[in-house]
């Protein structure tokens, strides 16, 4: 190779090096050689966006030690708690009432009060309940106020809490140090137990009536991918008692046959009374499980470039993309959220947030055929896992942190945790190629703006995007990837799914995706009327976010009045005549009134 062909080469290299640090450098910043362009439509949201916003850590440090200050209880850490103590569980923004927002957004009334939702577990109390307080104002709180039944209509009671982090580990240590040392000889020979080489996955619900606590765990070889590979072990774990030293195992489950406790199964082993299925010991890295590529990549992928840097914009939690704009979040139970949407500056969404995901199994195994999960009850926007750049999103997309507090009296950050980036679909927007009568040529491109989070919950990593297109339509989309629930193959196992590996049975399962969207499409409908009669019983004024203004004179102008799509049928009866005054609330949807 000659010493022209090195140079030429040289050069291609650094120009494919400048190329990519001009696509990594146009994020925020107006690099001298790289100006991004401005987005068409400019951010006029001058903070308003802020009302939505999560809480920063400094707040949520304010609101941890006004609890630790106010309650009058002691309070444990929640990563270290007994059952039996009191711990803050999580603490996220409480998002002001949609009438106090869109008076501050659009009537120009005053911004709404900034407050938190603080979640607590009272273990330590006569009467053990679940206590959710409204913390406020921040930064500098000053008040607290119980919202627990006015939210759920009564106390919660303490045995419907999710279980916390330190709750699995003392269970861990309980079968390691009580249960698995009463059956030595079934341990060691047919599991090849140590104190390390099994991993547990809980299961939920935990129970089938009200007051159960007591959970099924699926016992795996501790390896990489441990999710595949089942030894065929379940215990039952009654874990409803506050004090640890009097949780039991009410039930195990072995290779297809139940037994009371692990001595029973132990006596049944020695006694050469069970049919034993030996599982091959795996590797470390799980062999098959592992998420090791088995070979490099051929060629590098294709890269997107922005030649003029993004055309969009984020500036705290405010996004602008052409005629869209909207406000995000994420909240630590539920996940993503998007407040305020707007198209051409109209409002067409309030509200569109991700609000549970739900799979329910089934199996042979009763760990398997037993569970529902709920996974907003683990914490979708906890478990919210940093993203990968060049994988999880494009090297050049825009990439945020995320702060929560739960299960912890510190906040903690999970980096690069949401991700924006503009996509190029691929197939023109629109296109025609004219050959008759006249020639001529004319296409756009198709491009639209992703919000994306990715929450690891156990074996499922779902992807969550939200995405918006150029013609006015937003998709809510979900993927899931991972690893596949499995139980141990036995008996008729392919009844309820299908082998995935020697021992290892893929569980049949259904996912269950909720999500609220509270739309504003052509106007707003008002989401509580204020009805006010005379001692005649006449229908005298009404207000609406507070406004109050005269009776209208008919239903049809009532109508006109509140946005509603129908007629809306009213009817006051006598005894709403004795009422000098009442709520009323208006479905869009369904285009009524009904008295609440």
Not at 351 to 368: D, K
Not at 418 to 443: A, D, I, K, M, T
Request: proline share 6%; glycine share 8%.
């Amino acid at each position: 190779m000659n010493v022209k062909t090195v140079l030429i080469l040289l050069v291609l290299a650094l120009a494919t090096i400048f190329a990519l640090v001009c696509v990594l450098l146009t994020r925020g910043r107006a690099p001298s050689t790289c100006q991004p362009q401005h987005p068409e439509q400019e951010d006029t949201d001058d903070g308003q966006s802020l009302v939505f916003a999560d809480l920063t850590p400094e707040e949520m440090v304010q609101v941890v030690r006004y609890l630790q200050e106010n309650l009058g209880v002691p309070l444990v850490d929640a990563s270290r708690a007994f059952p039996s103590d009191n711990c803050i569980f999580s603490v996220d923004v409480q998002v002001p009432a949609k009438a106090e927002v869109l008076r501050f957004l659009d009537g120009g009334g005053a911004r709404p009060a900034r407050e938190a939702l603080a979640v607590l577990y009272f273990g330590n109390q006569p009467d053990p309940n679940i206590t959710e307080y409204v913390v406020g104002p921040l930064p500098t709180p000053a008040y607290h106020r119980d919202v627990t039944v006015q939210k759920y209509g009564g106390r919660v009671p303490y045995h419907r809490r999710p279980t916390l982090a330190v709750e699995y580990k003392q269970i861990a240590g309980f079968l390691r140090s009580q249960v698995f040392s009463t059956a030595p000889s079934f341990m060691h020979q047919v599991i090849e137990y140590n104190e390390t080489s099994l991993a547990a996955m809980t299961t939920a619900p935990r129970g089938f009536q009200s007051g159960d606590r007591a959970t099924w765990f699926v016992l795996f070889q501790n390896v990489s991918g441990f999710f595949l590979h089942p030894v065929g072990l379940e215990v039952l774990v009654d874990h409803s008692s506050l004090d640890i030293s009097q949780w039991v195992v009410s039930r195990v489950f072995y290779n297809g046959q139940y037994y009371r406790d692990m001595v029973q199964l132990e006596s049944a082993y020695v006694q050469g009374r069970i049919s034993v299925e030996k599982v091959k010991k795996a590797p470390r890295d799980g062999d098959f499980s592992s998420m090791k590529p088995r070979a490099p990549p051929a060629a590098m992928f294709p890269l997107q470039y922005e030649p003029q840097g993004p055309r969009y914009s984020v500036r705290n939690n405010h996004v602008v993309f052409q005629a869209w704009s909207f406000a995000f979040g994420m909240s630590v139970n539920t996940g993503m959220r998007l407040f305020d949407v707007r198209y051409q500056g109209e409002r067409v969404v309030y509200e569109i947030s991700v609000q549970e995901a739900l799979s329910v199994y089934g199996s042979n195994c009763p760990g398997g055929m037993s569970t529902r999960y709920m996974d907003g009850s683990f914490g979708i926007g906890r478990f919210t896992s940093p993203l990968v750049r060049g994988v999880d999103c494009p090297y050049s997309a825009t990439y945020m942190d995320v702060y929560y507090l739960a299960q912890s009296q510190v906040s903690r950050t999970t980096k690069n945790a949401l991700c924006v980036f503009e996509h190029n679909l691929g197939s023109p927007l629109r296109r025609h190629y004219s050959n008759l009568q006249s020639f001529y040529y004319g296409g756009l491109v198709n491009s639209a703006l992703i919000v994306r989070s990715i929450a690891t919950l156990g074996n499922y990593d779902y992807v969550w995007d939200f995405i918006f297109y150029q013609n006015g339509a937003i998709e809510a989309k979900v993927q899931a990837t991972g690893y596949v629930s499995s139980s141990f193959l036995h008996g008729d196992g392919l009844r309820y799914g299908n082998r995935v590996w020697e021992h290892t049975l893929g569980t049949i399962h259904t996912h269950s995706i909720n999500y609220k969207v509270d739309l504003d499409v052509g106007g707003f409908v008002c989401p509580e009327l204020r009805l006010v009669w005379d001692l005649q019983g006449k229908w005298a004024t009404f207000s609406c976010l507070g406004q109050q203004s005269p009776a209208p004179a008919s239903l049809p102008a009532a109508r006109a009045r509140t946005g509603a799509a129908r007629p809306l049928p009213l009817r006051v009866g006598k005894t709403w005549r004795q009422q000098r005054t009442a709520t009323v609330r208006t479905d869009r949807t369904e285009g009524s009134f009904g008295r609440s």
